[in-house]
């Protein structure tokens, strides 16, 4: 999303009371004696000081919420890592890691007054092992890369985010990133089995194992997901599957968004798993067909696309099922993909939706939700008509499948009064995915985004519980200060606000230093 706003006059800046006490504390070192101290630790071209040079650091995807961080640190070696964190452990300076900065929660976003750790360079598969499936990979490297090492033993990474020719696999670990494919193959969590992290006291832990299983609290299930809070991942052993035998994609049109919606339910009532089953409303796939040209219908009020994999016997058989399903829940047209050019092409114009939709509008701010699969009818039927009350197009793009909802908000950011009424709207959204037994995130993670829901998804002897995790990791609360999990204060002042004001917009606002 490019927010064109982000450096207006008088905008403000984020709002240090979602952070830690403990981590508002003043650090022991002014900028200068900082920078002398790091100078010490890494070359000098691997420091950026300078607000030129900060600028492309000040957020991540979620552009709406941006400040300069006061230093930005790209070590090459796990041991300038944790030199870097013992320094600012002793000196009380918070620290936040950054992988390609694909993020859309704002989970990367500084908070002014701390050092951002990029891991840009840590970008080596350091091994690769086909007979044990695995590959051991430093957080740099791009998800996509993994698959293509690989592909030469017949194996691939199957998390795959719509980002993965750029983000990163450490930003996947910190948000538990899924994908397409995580329907049937599981995200992030599901195919790590060992990482190493670096503690905010310079201490290196390694977490899981090369075996399928280890010994105690799985602590390897914790990190997977915990936005940058609990430590910086410096490698990651990734579990590699074997490519099936044939992947076919059918791709069904519907005339009603409520139809494809109950289609998905009837597939996987049906006992069928797919290795993908996404949606995309008209509005998202008339961008991406005129973005891509792959040829999806335009005309169609929504279209699914199932990809069944397997064996030749296997995949023929449940293409059969899937298309009847289709058709007994009122597709419009099916269409099964004729070779692996045109399933390619099928999922190019699917991972190609979001840029699509952002030509369509100046901005556009991207949700994420997830809610259980039986309520996707009557969840979309309330979007309709939310977007109607604010006023405001939103083009729906789901990993239908598990129910993940990514509805994009297209707004004009330089028109007054919009993005207040845009965050509103997705405020709306993520409260319609708790009412219906859902959850604020699927895998963009919380961040700055939604802190303000998190108080409506758990109460606060939960909200404690989740600190006192964080303590236990980061007693001085110094890693990615001020996300994911809010204090029991700001619940408390939220919760008193009167019910028209609760989805107020977020004062984080980009400020301009």
């Keep these: 999303m490019v927010n064109t706003e982000k450096h207006a006059t008088g905008a403000s800046a ?50 709406a919420y941006c400040k300069l961080p006061m230093i930005v640190v790209l070590p090459g070696t796990i041991e300038e890592v944790q030199a870097i964190m013992r320094l600012c452990y002793q000196h009380h300076v918070p620290v936040i890691a950054r992988g390609a900065g694909t993020g859309l929660s704002g989970g990367a976003t500084p908070i002014g007054g701390d050092v951002v750790l990029s891991l840009a360079k840590f970008m080596s598969i350091l091994n690769i092992d086909p007979l044990a499936r695995t590959a051991v990979v430093q957080p740099g490297v791009r998800n996509l890369a993994i698959s293509q090492a690989v592909a030469q033993h017949r194996l691939y990474y199957a ?33 790590v089995r060992k990482v190493k992290i670096v503690m905010m006291d310079g201490e290196l832990l390694t977490l899981g194992g090369d075996a399928l299983d280890s010994s105690g ?38 005339d009603d968004v409520e139809k494809a919606g109950i289609a998905v339910g009837e597939v996987i009532s049906a006992g069928i798993i797919p290795g993908g089953l996404e949606m995309m409303d008209k509005l998202a796939t008339q961008a991406a067909e005129d973005f891509v040209q792959v040829g999806y219908p335009t005309d169609a009020e929504a279209i699914l696309l199932c990809e069944l994999d397997g064996t030749n016997e296997e995949v023929s058989e449940q293409i059969l099922i899937v298309r009847e399903i289709m058709k007994q829940c009122g597709a419009t047209k ?28 100046p901005d556009y701010y991207c949700m994420d939700g997830t809610i259980p699969r039986k309520h996707l009818p009557y969840v979309l ?11 405001l197009r939103v083009a729906n793009v789901f990993h239908a499948g598990d129910g993940n909802l990514h509805p994009l908000i297209l707004y004009d950011a330089n028109t007054p009064g919009e993005l207040k009424r845009t965050e509103a709207f997705g405020g709306k959204i993520l409260e319609l995915c708790i009412e219906v037994g859902g959850t604020i995130t699927g895998e963009h993670g919380v961040g700055i985004e939604k802190l303000d829901q998190m108080h409506l998804q758990f109460s606060n002897e939960e909200l404690t519980q ?48």
Aim: glycine share 6%.
């Design 217 to 254: 609290y799985d602590l390897l299930a914790l990190i997977n997901g915990s936005e940058g809070m609990l430590g910086v991942v410096v490698e990651v052993t990734v579990k590699l599957i074997p490519m099936p035998d044939r992947a076919q994609v059918v791709l069904a049109a519907f």
């Design 14 to 63: 984020i709002d240090h009371s979602m952070t830690d006490k403990t981590a508002a504390t003043k650090s022991t070192l002014d900028k200068a004696a900082l920078i002398t101290r790091l100078r010490e630790i890494v070359a000098a071209d691997a420091l950026l000081y300078d607000e030129e040079d900060l600028r492309p650091y000040e957020c991540d995807a979620l552009s």
């Design 334 to 361: 099916t269409r099964t993909a004729c070779d692996e050019a045109e399933r390619e092409a099928f999922w190019k114009g699917r991972k190609a939706a979001f840029p699509a939709v952002g030509r369509l509008a």
């Design 159 to 191: 998390p795959d985010p719509s980002s993965q020719i750029a983000c990163t696999i450490g930003g996947n670990v910190a948000e538990n990133s899924g994908g397409v494919h995580c329907l049937k193959y599981g995200l992030t969590v599901h195919n």
């Design 466 to 513: 989740f600190h006192a995790v964080k303590h236990a990791f980061d007693p001085a609360g110094l890693l990615n200060p001020g996300k994911a999990v809010p204090t029991p204060k700001r619940c408390s002042e939220y919760r008193q606000l009167p019910a028209q004001n609760k989805n107020r917009p977020s004062q984080n606002r980009c400020e301009h230093l």
């Design 381 to 391: 039927r309330r979007m309709g008509e939310l977007s109607i009350e604010y006023d």
